[in-house]
């Protein structure tokens, strides 16, 4: 059955609101009347098409089940609901006369202390809908001479993944599955267990590719798919084939109960990873200590180097949008892990120390300061109740003078373009209101969704933030003895006082963008850079470039890449804060 709550719940509205004798003829408000008549030609069995089941309140609607054809006669005799209004939809065979609201209701039993409208939808001939309000549960619909429907409100359905079925092969980035879950496993794990909160249809899971299994009545065990190349029913599986998505949104309790459709179709997002560990780009020495490292995609040490936050990743690739995931770890010698964060949705700053004791991190609309002694987190500024959706955009720390700066971004309203606004602010610390807020630069974004990264920079000299000039990115420099210069190109890395720019353009040859790379010392002429024989990567204070042949760092000094052997062929980089890591991978299958 199509997707058409939102409409409908919009047309059942403005039909309850127009008041003239037309409109009223095809709407019927009442109780519960469970007096049913058998006059009239039409008969439910016979004559209707499908029946769509769903529900609504405040926050959402969805369809939970669909009947077509002969399904119809197979409708579940007691039916579980979340919401508080219950939505019935019905689709007759066209070719009939089709009756009037009221002949149609007459055949319809309704018992339970409910309210109901009855609407037949003028846009599309033969489809009625029967909205009931819960009063109290249950509810008895019978329509017709079918067999009735009993609905039951219930509580949501509840699973997580049990994470003692993972041990040390798996990290659970979203441990609940209310809508989605993320679990990044070694390429040698072969299952998982999910733990439903009630006994379950052990019908259900079975259409699941490859098959799992029940291992109890609440404990399913997902096989983990070993081909992830092929591309087949459940399964959304990225280009490189190690990420790929289950779909559980069909596993029913023997109560009827399921889980709830929220933003996200229930799932669970599965990464396969290699046992690999990170090593320093200088001394090759591995870094970190924890079994979970290779799980990492950043790792962050503290200034003393007892103690470090791993950056688990995800990309959340799901039925109807994706999204990345973030959890962070915190791991001190010889104490467990301890679990910082869950499961951020996003990250607009990296996770930074600020002393021995506190961390500095931030997701969309909060900036956040972790204390690991108390483990306890603060929210030290919030824009999710900003009325102008203003957002963060870049969190940094200014560690010479203990200062906050981050920069938001709001959307303006624009006929032609996707347009923003962007805004810097400056703490005098952590806890001082803000000295200073002001518009910063107005963007217009022809790219939208995907905007430009606009980063600010920070060294000992100075301030390094991203504006734009005639819909091009440059780079203002403030130095903190007062001095200002601007060059075209955002900032990929900044080392001390040597920044280096990328500056993108479109050939009017191909139309394609390209990019060139330049040395800039503020104050000074930009310098070109030799060009890069592969795609550039960012590595701790070094900058890699990487081909089919091989890998190569570039040397500044003299302008010129270097072949680097020692990182071997297949690599994966990190942009950490001190000296950067990088690991050494098998070739996919």
């Known amino acids: ?36 008549s058998t006059e009239g030609d039409f008969v439910f069995s016979r004559d209707i098409l499908s029946i769509g089941i769903g529900e609504s309140d405040d926050q959402a609607s969805q369809q939970i089940y669909s009947f077509e054809g002969t399904e119809v006669h197979q409708t579940p005799t007691q039916l579980v609901m979340h919401r508080e209004e219950l939505l019935i939809d019905l689709k007759l065979k066209s070719s009939l006369v089709h009756p009037t609201v009221e002949d149609l209701l007459n055949q319809i039993s309704i018992e339970g202390t409910t309210r109901y409208t009855f609407t037949k939808e003028e846009r599309e001939e033969g489809i009625y809908l029967l909205s009931l309000i819960y009063e109290q549960s249950p509810i008895k619909v019978k329509l017709g001479d079918m067999k009735p429907m009993e609905f039951i409100k219930h509580e949501k359905l509840g699973v997580i993944v049990d994470q003692t079925s993972l041990s040390e092969d798996g990290l659970v980035v979203h441990t609940g599955i209310s809508e989605h879950a993320a679990v990044k496993v070694s390429h040698s794990k072969k299952s998982l267990n999910l733990v439903f909160s009630e006994e379950m249809d052990t019908r259900y899971g079975t259409e699941l590719l490859p098959a799992g299994e029940w291992i109890d009545p609440t404990t399913y065990q997902l096989h983990i798919w070993d ?191 996707y347009a923003y606004a962007f805004h810097r602010w400056i703490y005098a610390n952590l806890t001082e209101p803000v000295i200073e807020k002001q518009s910063y630069t107005t963007g217009t974004i022809r790219m939208w969704p995907n905007i430009p990264r606009m980063p600010v920079h920070i060294s000992e000299q100075g301030y390094y933030w991203t504006v734009t000039r005639d819909d091009q990115i440059w780079t203002r420099y403030e130095g903190r003895d007062g001095s200002v210069d601007e060059a075209e190109g955002k900032v990929l890395l900044l080392d001390n006082s040597l920044a280096y720019l990328e500056k993108q353009a479109r050939s009017q040859q191909t139309g394609l963008w390209y990019s060139t790379y330049y040395q800039w010392h503020a104050q000074h002429d930009l310098k070109q850079m030799v060009t890069a024989p592969g795609d550039l990567r960012v590595a701790g204070k070094q900058l890699i470039s990487q081909t089919d042949e091989g890998l190569y760092r570039y040397l500044a000094e003299y302008d010129k890449w270097e072949q680097a052997e020692e990182f071997g062929n297949a690599v994966f980089f990190s942009p950490s804060s001190q000296s950067g890591m990088y690991k050494q991978v098998d070739e996919y299958e």
């Open 227 to 417: 081909n992830a190349r092929e591309k087949v029913g459940n399964l959304f599986i990225s280009d490189h084939g190690t990420h790929f998505t289950v779909s559980l949104e069909h596993f029913r309790a023997k109560s009827g109960n399921f889980i709830e459709i929220g933003s996200r179709l229930p799932s669970i997002s599965i990464e396969r990873v290699q046992k690999k560990n990170w090593f320093d780009m200088n001394s090759h020495e591995r870094v970190g200590w924890s079994e979970l490292d290779y799980f990492y995609a950043d790792i962050v040490f503290s200034a003393d180097n007892k103690q470090y936050v791993g950056v688990a990743e995800i990309w959340n690739q799901s039925m109807l949008h994706a999204e990345r995931a973030y959890q962070l770890v915190l791991h001190r010698k010889g104490e467990l892990p301890l679990v910082m964060e869950e499961g951020l949705s996003a990250m607009t700053s990296r996770v930074q120390w600020l002393d021995h004791e506190r961390l500095l991190y931030a997701d969309n609309h909060r900036i956040y300061v972790y204390d690991v002694n108390r483990q306890e987190r603060e929210v030290i500024q919030d824009f999710s109740d900003s009325n102008n959706q203003e957002r963060l955009h870049q969190v940094t720390y200014d560690q010479w003078t203990d200062r906050l700066v981050f920069m938001t971004i709001t959307p303006l309203k624009s006929e032609t373009d």
């Open 1 to 36: 059955m199509r997707n058409r709550w939102p409409f409908i719940l919009l047309v059942t509205i403005l039909v309850l609101l127009v008041g003239c004798e037309a409109e009223q003829r095809n709407l019927i408000e009442g109780t519960a009347n469970p007096e049913l």
